[in-house]
């Protein structure tokens, strides 16, 4: 559509933690470019109050019982990876050459996803399942099988999918008990939709190179917003495949009491 430079991304189907880090992501983007070169200083204070605010809702979110299980989990599954990683690169050293060359192979497959523990959870869990997925593909398959370490690969994918189930839970429950948290988030998705029509209307009026500091930021808000929108379609997948198993446990239990 004509006048549209910013990607769309839904800030109201976002999850509260997603909306707040969005926030801040395009927070820290306007200021280090200049708010004011971009047309938006008054919209980035305002934006900096309302995260304040909501960052004080997520401390008291986070306070969840089930954050421990989930940090635990996730230290798990770091672990897990790190141990694939070693037992995949010990191979580099194998005499043979067969077996050198597979671990070679898997070595690159592991050095595309670098360093996981330093991703944010969303990423970590996207990471990792792209990961799996790629070992588990008919080219990588065999190698994983002629190493040995298949093991170590259905073990990390079971702990990347139980932290994907306690995040779901840690969701619901958030939705369940914090809905404080919908109102509070409100002025914040209300600010990130006038920042995207002040910036669009800017460039209507004045082209996208009015200033380099407006171009730079178009081009910066389009990563973040393609990043979360991908994160998104991944957690929509999650729910959705979470639910499906749920309904047919459900089917399940049906028929046997039908019995």
Do not use: C
């Not at 926030?23 to 200049?34: C, H, P, Q, T």
Request: no cysteine; aromatic share 6%; proline share 3%.
């Amino acid at each position: 559509m004509e006048g549209r430079v910013l990607i769309r991304i839904s800030f109201n189907r976002m999850r509260h933690e997603t909306i707040v880090r969005v926030g801040s992501d395009i927070y820290v983007i306007a200021g280090k470019i200049g708010p004011g070169a971009i047309g938006i200083k008054a919209l980035w204070d305002e934006l900096k109050t309302i995260l304040d605010s909501l960052n004080i809702h997520l401390d008291q979110i986070h306070k969840s019982a089930i954050t421990v299980e989930i940090e635990g989990q996730d230290h798990r599954r770091r672990e897990l990876y790190r141990g694939l990683s070693a037992a995949i690169r010990a191979f580099l050293h194998h005499p043979d050459p067969e077996k050198h060359a597979a671990a070679t192979r898997l070595a690159i497959v592991l050095d595309r996803y670098g360093d996981v523990s330093k991703k944010t959870y969303d990423d970590e869990s996207a990471a990792i399942d792209d990961l799996v997925k790629e070992l588990y593909a008919p080219v990588n398959a065999p190698l994983v099988i002629l190493l040995g370490v298949g093991e170590w690969v259905t073990l990390l994918s079971s702990a990347n999918a139980a932290f994907v189930n306690l995040m779901v839970e840690r969701y619901e429950e958030v939705n369940r008990h914090h809905d404080p948290m919908r109102v509070a988030r409100v002025p914040l998705e209300n600010v990130l939709q006038k920042i995207v029509r002040r910036v669009e209307s800017i460039v209507e009026l004045n082209g996208i190179d009015f200033t380099p500091e407006l171009a730079t930021f178009v081009q910066e808000y389009n990563a973040i917003a393609s990043r979360y929108k991908h994160i998104m379609a991944q957690e929509e997948g999650r729910r959705k495949a979470h639910h499906a198993d749920d309904d047919a446990t459900d089917d399940d239990n049906d028929v046997v009491e039908e019995q």
